[in-house]
């Protein structure tokens, strides 16, 4: 037997297999192409379409010599796995109007897994290239495509047929006779994985024999094993390292550490808001309208599709203020704080991820800085919520009701949030100045960011030249403010104001400029603004506010910066620069690849649910708009959104929320490799 040194030397001076977890996910995915056709066309025989079978052929023998082949020859192997990876989507086209829901689901799974391969989400998705042994990743890769497609035709709620039903099972059957090679290979070995693993094929051939007579049972029990391996199987093996820990790919990497956080707090939340407890009726609200809520309250968006102060108990208002919380903070706020108060300490890659997430830029004040966040959050909410409770003591509202609403209404003001305890959001306060303005005050502070708020607050030497980037957050956010408010007063004073008088036709004016950017409250009917409003609103949201902030947003830096970029250049300009600084080169590219990956989320997006739902195109544009820049408003269109509409908007909170900060981190760390230059040349554009 090796022993670890040797065996660490032999993991070394194996060749480079990259693809080794991506290739037994192919050869488990093979019989998927089946499946979907069988879905499609209502089964495979002779009356299938002649094109079917010819691409449903292609595609299965593309996958399983993918599959084989992507560790040692890549490049072929990605060309293959491309086209076995897309020919699904055009066999399941014949069902899109009948089951569109999971034709958008087949569309996003095909998309996600080409970037996988390709790379392009290896930040994401993958590991960096490391020496490994092919067998390491091929057991968990097949057992997670596996339980994957088990999981969607489980709970697609459809019958299953005998089709579907056997090629789930081929999946299975390809991830348990991986499994066994690899437990072959080390049958001497006395690892925890390999008796876990042995355990878990025990289990699953002991079910099998009790269910073999139902097809579906029988493919159910390899679930067992297929669930275990994904969780416990065996991971790739770093150079005089063994295994790597699962959590190391997490921490050591900020784009990861983003996404799984913000996925760790919906799920749980999720599950909190689905409990019959949290209901007012005592009945669970369903797993995808609280998923949907959870999300929508992580990524302090406001859209809601159960009424907060009526669908909720007080134990799932608190559920959804924590989650409000959390979200508008950043979960990793709160761990770095916590680390000096249990006295720990970060190893260099967790600082440098940790300093990414909280923007700080010295990280010898990593944890100062997150203090600092925490002190001026707490601050302000708490100021916050002791004004707005005594002025919802002054409206009436007995003293555990106001101050109750008036914490929640601090917290989701200032983290932009935009969930209130009233089912018609602020209307009933369009009258009160007061209430108006104090929730506006928490909405902009939250939109500033609490960094910017320090520097102007702790300002020792008036004679310090201020940082560019609080100048621009600062002029930014004044233009936006006043322009909104003008416009909005002139356009909507017949309108949407009609009925209030001339003070509070201008403070709801001005309430409804500062919260249309990020907040998502509302004090007049949106529904009914003018079509100029609209417009307005759908450019303000989808600016949002400034990055450090808890709003949303492609944000007013990469705003400016990309109008001063047109600026520059028509004037002929070589650089841009402001406030007597240049701006680098490569800030300009950052804004212009937000700027585009949003749009083209946006219009993808729309695209998506007007294919599947019947709204009209404002109506939906407005949605989309406001879910990517988490906002929150919206003009009637969520309560008219089915399961499939649900889950669009749900991404849309989601990526609009994680998206910006995870390109802004990702290529913030991956510059220029140093190659060869090549020569340039100019194309004509425009």
């Known amino acids: 037997m090796n022993t670890e040194s040797e065996r660490s030397e032999q993991v070394a001076r194996s060749p480079r297999r990259p693809f080794s977890t991506s290739s037994g996910a192919l050869l488990a995915a093979t019989p998927i192409p089946f499946a979907v056709t069988a879905w499609a066309h209502g089964g495979v025989d002779l009356g299938t379409p002649i094109w079917a079978l010819v691409l449903l052929t292609a595609s299965t023998i593309s996958l399983a010599v993918a599959g084989l082949t992507i560790s040692t020859h890549a490049r072929p192997g990605r060309v293959l796995a491309t086209l076995g990876t897309i020919a699904p989507v055009v066999l399941a086209t014949p069902h899109l109007s009948k089951s569109p829901g999971f034709a958008l689901l087949l569309a996003v799974s095909s998309l996600v897994s080409v970037a996988i391969i ?54 299975m059957l390809v991830a348990i006779t991986i499994g066994v090679v690899w437990l072959i290979q080390r049958r001497h070995s006395t690892n925890p994985r390999t008796r876990t693993l042995t355990a878990a094929l025990l289990a699953t051939f002991a079910l099998g024999a009790a269910a073999h007579e139902d097809p579906w049972s029988l493919v159910s029990s390899a679930a067992v094993y297929a669930l275990i391996a994904t969780v416990f199987g065996p991971r790739t093996e770093r150079p005089g390292l063994g295994e790597g820990r699962w959590w190391s790919t997490l921490i050591e990497h900020p784009e990861r550490m983003l996404v799984s956080t913000f996925v760790t707090m919906a799920a749980i939340g999720a599950v909190v808001l689905a409990l019959p407890q949290s209901s007012a009726d005592g009945a669970s609200i369903g797993g995808l309208d609280a998923a949907f809520t959870s999300i929508s309250a992580v990524c302090v968006t406001g859209l809601i599709v159960c009424d907060t102060p009526v669908d909720f108990t007080f134990l799932g208002q608190v559920a959804l203020l924590v989650l409000i919380q959390l979200g508008g903070l950043g979960i990793m706020t ?93 209307i009933p306060y369009q009258e009160a100045p007061l209430v108006l303005h104090v929730v506006a005050a928490l909405i902009v502070i939250g939109g500033l960011s609490p960094a910017v708020v320090l520097a102007l607050t702790t300002r020792r030497d008036p004679f310090r030249p201020t940082a560019i980037h609080i100048k621009i957050c600062l002029l930014s956010a004044i233009v936006l403010l006043v322009t909104g408010f003008v416009l909005f007063l002139m356009w909507e004073w017949d309108r949407s104001l009609i009925g209030l008088s001339v003070m509070d036709k201008i403070h709801n004016a001005w309430f409804q400029s500062v919260t249309l950017r990020t907040a998502g409250f509302n004090s007049v009917d949106v529904a009914a603004v003018h079509p100029a409003t609209y417009v307005l609103m759908l450019g303000m949201m989808f600016v949002g506010a400034s990055p450090g902030g808890t709003a949303g947003g492609i944000k007013t830096t990469t705003a400016v910066v990309l109008l001063l970029s047109v600026v520059h250049t028509i004037r002929g300009s070589t650089s841009v620069s402001v ?60 309560s008219q959104l089915d399961d499939v509409g649900k889950v669009i908007i749900l991404l849309c909170m989601f990526v609009g929320r994680i998206g910006g900060l995870s390109i802004m981190m990702f290529m913030s760390q991956r510059g220029s490799t140093g190659g060869i230059v090549l020569p340039t040349e100019d194309v004509d554009v425009g």
């Not at 010898?364 to 925490?374: G, K």
């Open 118 to 171: 390709w790379r392009y989400a290896a930040a994401l998705f993958s590991g960096s290239l490391q020496r490994s042994h092919p067998g390491l990743g091929r057991v968990r890769g097949s057992a997670a495509v596996a339980i994957m497609f088990w999981l969607v035709v489980g709970i697609s709620g459809e019958h299953v047929g005998f089709a579907i039903c056997a090629s789930v099972g081929v999946s």
């Open 334 to 426: 709160f761990s770095t704080a916590a680390l000096r108060v249990l006295g720990g300490r970060m190893s260099l890659k967790q600082e440098s991820a940790v300093a990414h997430l909280i923007g700080a830029r010295d990280r010898s004040r990593l944890v100062a800085s997150a203090q600092d966040v925490l002190r001026v959050t707490f601050v302000v909410e708490g100021v916050g919520a002791v004004v707005l409770a005594s002025l919802f003591l002054l409206h009436g509202e007995s003293f555990g009701a106001a101050c109750w609403q008036g914490c929640f209404t601090a917290v989701s003001a200032f983290c932009n949030a935009g969930f209130a305890l009233h089912s018609d959001s602020l």
């Open 579 to 638: 406030f007597g600084r240049r701006i680098s080169e490569r800030t300009v590219q950052r804004a212009s690849v937000i700027v585009t990956v949003a749009t083209l989320g946006a219009l993808v997006a729309v695209i998506a649910l007007l294919l599947t739902q019947r709204i009209p195109l404002p109506a939906a544009l407005f949605e989309v708009v406001s879910a990517l820049g988490t906002v929150g408003l919206s003009q009637g269109a969520t």
